[in-house]
């Protein structure tokens, strides 16, 4: 391939590019990481396991790694396509490594990125199809050489139809290691293959999800397993992810196996994946776009990898993508592209969940700042389940998955972690938002409801205990640079509680003229027979008993006649209720109007 000139341009880069080839080829505007394809593939490990978020461009990385390397299998000593696809990259001023390594080796290239359903039939039916049109590739290893047993093993390997049957599984946990030693048997050891795997985690992380993480962990773990326990048969083993898999048996026995996660200070594979602040405004420099830069610091940069400053590639080439066509870039909003893409709802699944200290963490990283925690590296999948993460996985994931970042190292071993940037603290936001205005069965709306079925029927500790649990995972999403007293911020929690069942209830007012005052907050049932009167008091003083504060707000409704009120508006019943707070505790006090009070 001809070289670009200087006055040629490149192709708008398109978000998701993952084929090298295709790339270069269609002349797309290409970030140069090509430096790093020496560290990656010469670790001081057989194996290798590099670990990043999602859409940090693992796949493109990958990809690169086989172009560089895979050899010509017709003419196994010509390099001319290695040569005509990295001319003018930086990867070419090394000359003892491309003459050592460059187009020299077999290569075994997979994603498993796109193994993943709601069940495990239709997740093993696509590893399957992926298996066959991996094993198409090497379709030309068929010959007059081949042992039969092993021609018909690459049969069945292609022949997807067969393979997808559940009976013939074994075949496909096979595939890998099979395909290694047919590779290393025709090209020798001097040439033994190169194993590649992108997203190997992908299927173990949706099983795990789903419910079938059992048998997609078996299927996975003796697949990788006996590929990369096999290194007779291989150079070299790399593969990408977001968490290590540490109990599944993946890589039990790999004493040396080399490891770089989000937290490994390399300087060697900080950048290696990921854009740098130099390289993000190159490109806005090259398309005209330098002055929109702040802008794109100011939502897509912030992560902090191996020391380094770095942007989210997939955010920053779908923005550029983006302002390319638009006709005022000026004018023209970021997007959350990020976490338009996610397909694991981490922290809304989470949210019932949350402690008081959750809570506490997510609002001080929404103000801006950091959290101090213990992180994990070995967190294992089957543990994963959304709906019953510990807090300490939790915030695990949200470190590996890209939620948050490293922020700072703290000498205890705990570290500091914040949300990286503008985007993901919307994200952060809308998947708050999103849990609050869910009504599903075990969604926000249904604990507010079971709280307002226990204040209509004056169950003051069974309303207690709801809406402890409410007050105790609430994020409030309020901006946290104002200084409300501390009566608003409650007042406007019941608020949105009520807001968010507003299907449920019948008339709701909040501050409203009722009796000699205005009464904090009213409500009926839907019905219209029952209403709730509800007046606010906030313990300031850390030795103030609730219960007693909750008294002195009945008494006060009572003062004021705010039920009286209603019941003269046509309630047949009304329930007055004191609520005290402190913190994120509380306690509620319920009690009936009584007859002679309502005439």
């Excluded at 505007?29 to 940090?56: A, E, H, I, N």
């Excluded at 196996?257 to 300087?267: A, K, N, P, Q, R």
């Excluded at 923005?319 to 066509?325: G, I, K, Q, R, T």
């Excluded at 929404?366 to 996985?393: C, F, P």
């Amino acid at each position: 391939m001809a070289e670009a000139s200087q006055n040629q341009t490149r192709l708008i880069p398109k978000p998701g590019a993952e084929d090298f080839r295709d790339l270069r080829r269609k002349n797309g505007y290409y970030v140069d990481k090509t430096q790093y394809l020496k560290p990656l593939f010469c670790s001081g490990s057989d194996w290798f396991l590099l670990l990043r978020p999602r859409r940090f461009g693992k796949t493109l990385t990958m990809s690169t790694l086989r172009y560089f390397l895979e050899m010509d299998y017709q003419h196994p000593c010509d390099t001319s396509s290695q040569q005509e696809l990295f001319r003018g990259l930086k990867v070419m001023d090394d000359h003892e490594f491309c003459e050592e390594h460059m187009g020299q080796y077999p290569v075994v290239s997979l994603s498993l990125k796109g193994v993943k359903a709601s069940g495990f039939d239709v997740a093993y039916d696509r590893l399957a199809r992926t298996i066959s049109n991996l094993a198409k590739g090497f379709r030309w290893l068929d010959g007059p050489e081949l042992a039969e047993d092993d021609r018909d093993f690459l049969n069945i390997l292609i022949n997807y139809r067969y393979l997808r049957q559940p009976a013939n599984r074994g075949y496909a946990e096979g595939s890998l290691a099979f395909l290694c030693r047919l590779l290393r048997e025709r090209f020798g050891d001097s040439h033994k293959p190169v194993l590649l795997i992108d997203e190997y985690d992908v299927p173990l992380q949706k099983a795990a999800i789903s419910g079938y993480y059992g048998p997609m962990s078996d299927l996975i773990g003796e697949m990788l397993g006996d590929a990369l326990k096999t290194n007779s048969d291989t150079s070299k083993v790399i593969l990408t992810g977001c968490l290590r898999a540490t109990k599944e048996g993946i890589f039990t026995g790999l004493n040396n196996l080399s490891i770089d996660t989000v937290l490994t200070d390399s300087e060697s594979l900080g950048t290696a994946i990921g854009f740098t602040p130099v390289e993000v405004r190159a490109m806005m420099d090259y398309y005209g776009l330098g002055d929109l830069y702040e802008r794109a610091r100011e939502w897509y940069d912030g992560y902090s990898i191996g020391g380094q400053d770095l942007f989210c590639p997939w955010d920053v080439t779908s923005y550029v993508s983006e302002l390319s066509d638009v006709r005022d870039p000026a004018a023209f909003q970021p997007k959350p592209y990020w976490n338009n893409t996610s397909n694991t709802p981490v922290i809304t699944e989470h949210m019932p969940n949350l402690t008081s200290e959750d809570a506490d963490r997510i609002e001080a990283l929404l103000a801006g700042g950091s959290i101090r925690t213990e992180v994990d590296e070995g967190m294992s999948y089957g543990t994963l389940h959304l709906n019953n993460l510990s807090s300490e996985q939790f915030w695990n994931i949200l470190l590996y998955t890209g939620y948050l970042t490293l922020d700072r190292r703290c000498d205890d071993g705990i570290n500091e972690l914040r949300i990286p940037n503008e985007e993901i603290r919307r994200c952060f936001k809308k998947n708050i938002s999103d849990y609050y205005k869910s009504k599903g069965p075990n969604g926000y709306g249904a604990l507010v409801r079971k709280l307002i079925d226990e204040l209509l029927s004056g169950d003051s500790v069974n309303a207690t205990e709801s809406l402890r649990t409410l007050l105790r995972g609430f994020v409030s999403l309020r901006d946290n640079a104002t200084r409300a007293p501390h009566e608003n911020f409650y007042h406007g929690f019941l608020n949105g509680l009520l807001a968010a069942v507003r299907d449920y209830i019948g008339d709701f007012q909040s501050e409203a003229e009722s009796g000699r005052g205005y009464a904090d907050i009213t409500f009926s049932s839907y019905d219209g027979a029952s209403s709730v009167v509800i007046e606010v008091k906030y313990a300031s003083d850390a030795a103030a008993r609730l219960q007693e504060l909750a008294s002195k707000a009945i008494a006060q409704i009572e003062e004021k006649g705010y039920a009286a009120a209603l019941c003269s508006e046509g309630s047949d019943r009304v329930i007055e209720c004191g609520i005290a707070f402190r913190g994120r505790e509380c306690a509620v006090r319920c009690r009936e109007l009584l007859p002679d009070v309502q005439s």
